[in-house]
């Protein structure tokens, strides 16, 4: 899943298949959305 910065829109891999671009706003900036919950992970 990926995230518009601009218009805070959840975009699929499909959706910006060809172009890195988002289709509702036409922004070029996109970044992969975090997930929900923190992945724990095990210290020393």
Do not use: F, G, N, W
Not at 11 to 39: F, G, H, N
């Amino acid at each position: 899943m990926y995230k518009c910065l601009d218009c805070q829109h959840e975009l699929t891999q499909k959706d910006i298949e060809k172009r890195i671009i988002c289709p509702y706003c036409s922004s070029r900036i996109v970044a992969k959305s975090r997930p929900s919950q923190p992945k724990l992970v095990k210290a020393r």
